[in-house]
């Protein structure tokens, strides 16, 4: 197999589908309609190149390093169960693209819902392709973040809003409760890859953190599949549209906890709690679901109820747990996956034809949709488990494991409830028939009075799949025996399991008078009730009261808000001294409480005299600190008193051999202090007065024991011996990086992640000051009463001089970034340079000037520099993986040339231009946005504080 297929079966349809959807919207909604399916089945084309050595037992495995000493790499594992989920996700995820062209109007935005599904496949794929347990749960968390976008697609209908908010709270939930489990399976095991972990089944149980690890990976698959008590979202995300509900429902997202648990199952078969509570909580969930689905109005919410319901079947089987039973469950998965997509598809005809979907209108239509009303018999038999279908076959392997693997009087129990479930199945099947197509007369309250069969596009999907359930009940073993023995094989990581055998005649038996006994009551039950329309009378949910899932949910949601809102009305004061009260009296308990057994005295290693510049640096430092807090009302002041500060530490940085460090705190001094300067030029020149005594008593208090304490633990820590691992980073420098420059090697180098995040978190942020600014306009104070805040031109002197600088800075720019690898420079230091030189334009030109000559209107190119850097600066990262080493990882070579001799070339410097270009974008675009007219009216009343 070629390794880079599976990475390109997950990200083919974000990358190219997405983007192909994108770029044929343009000509016509068929032509894009082509595009999507093309690319779903260009998927599902290339599984099934690997189903013979797959389905024949192999294995394969493909990696690549990413954070590798976190334990977490690009790690991938194609194995029969994982093949075939992956099959019914692009299978299905086709015939719903198809679907999806005939069911939406051209008043909606197909390429909408294409681009959102196609991002949900690709969470699906990866989650069934991931074998590294971080890797599937960045999966996990997109198909809860993909559904909710799903599933409030039409963001008018509050129904949806809240749907889909209700679906990524409780999904969100679970995936957070899930990541500790994994977290403590990964420090159990020592590893995060799944393939390792499977084999460490009996040291997992034996760990004393099995139990908290099991009880959380279920919290993540229960939430996610709807499991009794979470399954309450599950049909208030019916707002969605019928293809989306169709492609949930049947084999993708409400699949994936129980992927989860088959995948897992290795690690917890043999643990008594893991089948006490799967096993219970999927035959209550079985039972509770089919029976309130029989009485849903909605023709989604019945299916919404049996999905439940069959999900329940599932996990149950998980929960039992021996091979046959999995067997059955794999079966079932499959077996589940093309009735309940048929009829989610047929109920999507239904309304798309009727325009209703409403049980209480919809009566006696077959004559007006004959051929659907068939689709609709065959696939709502296979739902019930009629014989010959495929729902029989599966069904009956789950009465007889109920049978074989229980015992006592939990095993009576439990035949009891199956049966009953099974019963109630039969009757929510019977009236999905009756009760669209027969009960009443032809389309008596039905809107659409001239309903008529669909386009035989939108039907094709939906009969494949009818077709499929009726071939695979009578011919199983033929059709699908050997995939679900591989699948079984794979999931329980039994090589010697013998495989299940498939077949319409067992003889007679107790799981067959079982399911008699479900066929011939559920249709007496249902027409019982149906009898004077009955069945339309009763109301579960209203006998559940205050006790529904739903209300609990939204109760508990408001209750959190009034509390927030109770916390905040007390501690948002709008005083920053309270702010700040807070803030350091929670820090002060946060470090005392640790420290407080561990004998706070000084340590014993022998001290230095302090030299006299240290002495003359502590007074200026000090001295700055007293006059910043005597005159930190004056805003002014205060702003140039911390820059003073800034220099002194600058100073510092000198004094300790340290030029980067002091180049850097320079370079951010200067920018920081112009954009306090321009933000305090539209304030009151004083700040008021908030403080009484007892407040000045309070806060001296609080500062003082804040400072001493830093500086006692400061000192106990210099006063001790340590072990340093800056020897580690002076030996490797050179070597490892290739510069000289150890600090910049740490940068663009050891700690290049560090440093991509945190240039993300200045573009992020610049970003995000253009976007509240935007429209703001705020007003000039008595100091800036008549002076334009958009920089007025300066005297020609200035002009001329500022003209000279530029030059000369973008010289000292390159200069200190070219040798930042081996010399004191680098990109961030450079770019605060130019920042600094294209200020004091702004300043001598005016903004306006200096922007058009910069061709920045308004701020608008250092958007594109901050994307621009960025993007340099991933790339160069992701380049590593073409030689097969781990993000950002640096390659250096030295070249001679005839003229200038020996070349030192690092690709660290791809990296640092986009740290340079980053950083002289983010400065920029703040100064921009603070100096724009639009956010400047000189004007108007004076601001109150």
């Known amino acids: 197999m070629d390794t880079s297929v599976l990475p390109i079966i997950i990200l083919l349809p974000l990358i190219l589908g997405t983007t192909l959807v994108s770029w044929l919207k343009q000509f016509s909604r068929g032509v894009m309609a082509l595009g999507a399916i093309g690319v779903s089945l260009t998927s599902f084309i290339l599984l099934l190149t690997q189903t013979k050595q797959v389905f024949q037992g192999a294995t394969i495995i493909e990696s690549w390093p990413w954070l590798s000493t976190l334990g977490v790499d690009l790690s991938f594992r194609l ?11 692009s299978g299905i995820g086709t015939l719903i693209y198809i679907y999806a062209y005939y069911y939406l109007s051209p008043q909606n935005s197909l390429s909408k819902l294409y681009s959102l599904l196609m991002l949900f496949m690709t969470a699906m794929l990866g989650i069934s392709l991931s074998n590294n347990l971080m890797i599937l749960l960045v999966f996990w968390e997109l198909t809860s973040i993909s559904s909710f976008l799903l599933v409030g697609y039409w963001s008018n209908y509050d ?18 409760a899930m990541l500790g489990g994994f977290i403590l399976l990964g ?18 149980q034996q760990d004393p953190l099995f139990v908290p690890i099991l009880l959380l990976i279920l919290l993540g698959a229960f939430t ?51 089948h006490n509570i799967v096993t219970s909580v999927g035959l209550f969930t079985l039972c509770m679901a089919a029976l309130f689905a ?27 747990g021996s091979p046959l039973a999995v067997a059955a469950a794999i079966f079932h998965i499959i077996n589940h996956a093309t009735f309940k997509a048929a009829l989610f598809m047929i109920a999507g005809i239904i309304d798309h034809e009727t325009q209703t979907r409403d049980l209480r209108k919809l009566s006696g239509i077959w004559q007006l949709l004959p051929f659907t009303a068939t689709l609709t018999m065959i696939t709502a038999a296979a739902m019930a488990g009629v014989p010959l279908t495929n729902g029989f076959i599966s069904k009956e392997m789950f ?83 050997s995939i679900i023995n591989a699948g079984t094989r794979a999931s329980t990581q039994l090589a010697d399991f013998k495989g299940a055998e498939l077949a319409i005649w067992h003889g007679f038996n107790l799981p067959l008078l079982m399911s008699a006994i479900a066929l011939v009551g559920g249709v007496l039950f249902y027409f ?3 009898r004077n329309g009955r069945i339309r009378k009763i109301d579960l949910d209203l006998y559940l009261g205050k006790f529904q899932g739903k209300l609990i949910f939204e109760n508990g949601l408001k209750q959190l808000l009034r509390g927030s809102r109770f916390i905040k009305k007390k501690t948002e004061t709008g005083s920053l001294q309270t702010y700040l009260a807070w803030i350091l009296l929670f820090t002060i308990a946060i470090v005392a409480v640790p420290l407080f057994n561990q004998g706070l005295t000084a340590g014993s290693r022998e001290l230095t005299a302090a030299p006299l510049v240290a002495i003359v640096l502590w007074l200026l430092l000090f001295s700055a600190c007293w006059m910043l807090l005597w005159f930190h009302h004056e805003r002014i002041k205060a702003v140039l008193i911390t820059g003073a500060i800034g220099l002194v530490v600058t100073m510092v940085f000198v004094t300790f051999s340290a030029p980067d460090l002091a180049l850097t705190q320079i370079s951010v001094d200067v920018v920081t202090t112009v954009l306090l300067l321009m933000s305090l030029s539209l304030l009151p020149q004083l700040t008021p007065y908030e403080s009484n005594r007892g407040r000045r008593w309070r806060d001296a208090v609080i500062a003082i024991v804040a400072g001493l304490g830093i500086g006692w633990i400061t000192w106990m820590l210099l006063t001790r011996d340590h072990h340093s691992i800056s020897w580690f980073f002076v030996q490797q420098s050179l070597p490892l990086g290739g510069g000289s420059n150890i600090v910049n090697v740490i940068l663009v180098d050891f700690r290049g992640f560090d440093t991509f995040g945190e240039i993300t978190v200045l573009g992020i942020a610049a970003i995000g000051a253009l ?19 958009r920089f007025n031109p300066s005297p020609l002197m200035f002009r001329m001089t500022a003209s000279w600088i530029l030059p000369l800075a973008l010289v000292v720019s390159l200069y200190i970034f070219i040798r930042g690898h081996n010399y004191p420079g680098g990109g961030f230091i450079a770019g605060l340079i130019t920042s600094m030189a294209l200020i004091i334009q702004y300043i001598a030109l005016g903004q306006d000037h200096a922007e058009k000559l910069l061709r920045a209107n308004s701020g608008r190119r250092y958007e594109t520099w901050i994307g621009l850097g960025l993007s340099i600066a991933g790339v160069s990262g992701v380049a590593a993986w073409l030689w097969g080493r781990p993000f950002l990882t640096s390659a250096h070579i030295y070249v001679d040339t005839p003229l200038f001799g020996t070349f030192h070339l690092a690709s660290a410097a791809a990296f640092d231009l986009g740290v340079y270009i980053t950083v002289v974008g983010a400065t920029m675009l703040l100064i921009s946005v603070l100096g724009d007219s639009r956010h400047s009216s000189m004007s108007g009343p004076l601001p109150k504080e």
């Open 79 to 89: 194995d029969a169960l994982g093949l075939i989920f992956a099959l019914l996700i």
């Open 159 to 176: 129904a949806a809003q809240r749907g889909s908010r209700m679906a990524l709270t409780i999904t969100g939930m679970g995936g957070l």
């Open 187 to 204: 420090k159990v095991t020592g590893t995060y890859e799944i393939d390792q972990i499977l084999a460490m089944g009996q040291q997992i």
């Open 224 to 274: 996610k599949s709807a499991q009794f008590p979470f399954h309450f979202w599950l049909p208030n995300a019916m707002a969605a549209p019928t293809p989306v509900s169709a492609y949930l429902h049947s084999a993708t997202m409400v699949k994936a906890g129980i992927f989860l648990l088959a995948r897992l199952l290795p690690i917890f078969v043999g643990a008594s709690l893991y």
């Open 294 to 320: 029989i009485f849903k109005e909605d023709l989604k919410g019945l299916l919404a109820y049996s999905t439940i319901s069959h999900l329940g079947l599932i996990v149950c089987l998980l929960g039992i």
């Open 399 to 481: 009465f007889t494991e109920l049978l074989a693997n229980l015992t006592g009087p939990f095993m009576i129990v439990a035949a009891v409830i199956a049966t009953c479930a099974g019963l109630f199945a039969v009757a929510y099947s019977t009236r999905l028939v009756h009760g669209v197509f027969f009960d009443g007369p032809v389309g008596k309250d039905v809107p659409n009075k001239h309903a008529h069969e669909p386009p035989i596009g939108m039907r094709a999907p939906a009969v494949l799949l009818a077709t499929i359930c009726i071939l695979v009940g009578i011919l199983p073993a033929l059709l699908i025996q």
């Open 528 to 530: 019982a009730l149906a």
């Open 771 to 789: 976007c509240l600014m935007d429209g703001m306009r705020t007003h000039g104070t008595t100091i800036t009463q008549g002076l334009s805040y």
